[in-house]
């Protein structure tokens, strides 16, 4: 079968879609859970695991190019490669993504939109209200969102763009020095999560008729679109908020599981930024939300139809939405423990360790095989940390706080994980 090159327009839409799915949950998280990391520790992590992503991603590419069938999925995949172990670890870690994600869309778009409009809580009936119209845009289906998905993307980038240039004028140039490089053990899952498009894969490689070339290049692009925007956000998110000291700090919004535009939304007391961020959040959340909630509606009928034989609309519909739904209403504050999690165990599973396991397997050379070994430790090594976070097996106390953000009349608090606050050690 011959493969036709790839249209550069085309190629460049698909990269517009990439960039999108990279705009969702994660970048609203990403200045607060590297905050205590610091700009410049969190930026070499964003590198080097933005590098293992994108390989990651050409693995699987490669694999869906070579198959060429419509129905190509991760657990059979897996199954190939790993057998029976590796296609359940592919269903479970896939579910654990999607409703983790469903739950954060959920929990995070209401708290930004009452927090925008004056409320200090998240009322039931905003939570409900948001989740009944997302959820009926990912039912209907709207292919108006697929349609324009190239001008979507250009609304959302001038609302983030407004975002960016209002956020500059409070940057203070000093904060992005402070650093604590052992943070980044609790920064890795949200810096995975920031790019995390793995999902779509299949469905790029069948848009572009197969083409690896193309899709490779897309790819690039797009992952090279989103790494620029969130090194370009998290520069002004560490720039603006205080670690602290305040309601407006990083350690607030860890407290309260807050995404990053609140507290720099009080800071600024714009209603412009406000509205940027409204907008930005509705455009990057519904759309990411519709692309998840139909893939984990595929995965309920199948699971349904499969293995309890029974195919009913209602019934998928509920088990897709009612969980994260509930999550979050009983949990309004889950937004940032929903996003580490799903990073640091459900996409460094499937999109991190899984992949190097199949490319070392197919490697031809010792050098290559070396290279895959690499990359398997440092996703184990991402995930071996998360799961210590998660269990509170990984505590972390910096007795040196105040020394380098010259904090004097402060007794250091200081983040035990980033579901708990301890107190650190006085200077």
Not at 179 to 208: E, G, S
Not at 306 to 327: A, D, M
Request: include cysteine; glycine fraction near 10%; hydrophobic fraction near 55%.
């Amino acid at each position: 079968m011959n493969i036709q090159p790839t249209p550069w327009g085309h190629i460049i839409a698909i990269s517009f879609l990439i960039s999108g799915n990279l705009l969702g949950a994660g970048i609203l998280a990403l200045p607060v859970n590297t905050g205590f990391a610091g700009f410049f520790p969190a930026l070499a992590a964003m590198i080097v695991f933005g590098g293992a992503m994108f390989f990651s991603a050409l693995v699987l590419a490669r694999e869906a190019t070579q198959v060429r069938t419509e129905n190509f999925n991760y657990p059979s995949l897996y199954e190939k490669y790993l057998g029976k172990t590796g296609k359940w670890i592919a269903v479970i870690t896939n579910a654990l993504i999607l409703y983790g994600l469903l739950t954060a869309y959920i929990a995070g778009s209401s708290k930004i939109v009452a927090s925008m409009i004056g409320f200090s809580h998240v009322p039931w009936w905003l939570m409900t209200s948001l989740t009944l119209l997302l959820t009926g845009i990912t039912v209907l289906d709207m292919s108006i969102i697929k349609k324009y998905n190239v001008l979507l993307m250009c609304v959302m980038l001038g609302a983030f763009a407004l975002l960016i240039g209002l956020g500059e004028s409070k940057v203070q140039r000093e904060l992005l020095f402070r650093k604590d490089w052992i943070f980044l053990a609790t920064a890795v899952p949200i810096i995975l999560t920031a790019f995390h498009f793995h999902n779509i894969i299949p469905t790029v490689c069948r848009d572009m008729a197969w083409n690896l070339r193309g899709v490779g290049i897309a790819m690039f692009i797009g992952m090279a679109g989103g790494f620029a925007i969130n090194a370009l956000w998290l520069q002004v998110g560490l720039g603006m908020l205080p670690v602290t000291e305040g309601g407006n700090s990083i350690l607030a919004a860890v407290q309260a599981g807050n995404p990053a535009t609140i507290p720099m939304g009080h800071i600024l007391k714009s209603r412009l930024f406000n509205g940027g961020a409204i907008l930005f959040t509705v455009i990057a959340i519904a759309t990411s939300y519709l692309a998840n909630g139909i893939g984990l509606m595929d995965f309920i009928a199948d699971l349904t139809e499969n293995c309890f034989h029974r195919k009913n609309r209602f019934l998928v519909i509920s088990l897709t939405f009612l969980p994260p739904f509930i999550i979050a209403l009983v949990n309004p504050d889950i937004f940032l423990d929903a996003i580490n999690l799903v990073g640091g165990v459900g996409i460094v599973l499937l999109f991190g360790i899984l992949p190097s396991v199949v490319a070392y397997r197919k490697a031809l050379s010792r050098k290559m095989r070396f290279f895959c070994l690499s990359l398997m430790l440092l996703f184990s090594l991402a995930f071996c940390l998360e799961i210590a976070h998660e269990t509170g097996l990984l505590k972390l106390s910096l007795p040196k706080e105040r020394e380098y953000w010259h904090l004097e009349h402060e007794k250091p608090i200081v983040p035990s994980s980033m579901e708990s606050i301890g107190e650190g050690e006085g200077a």
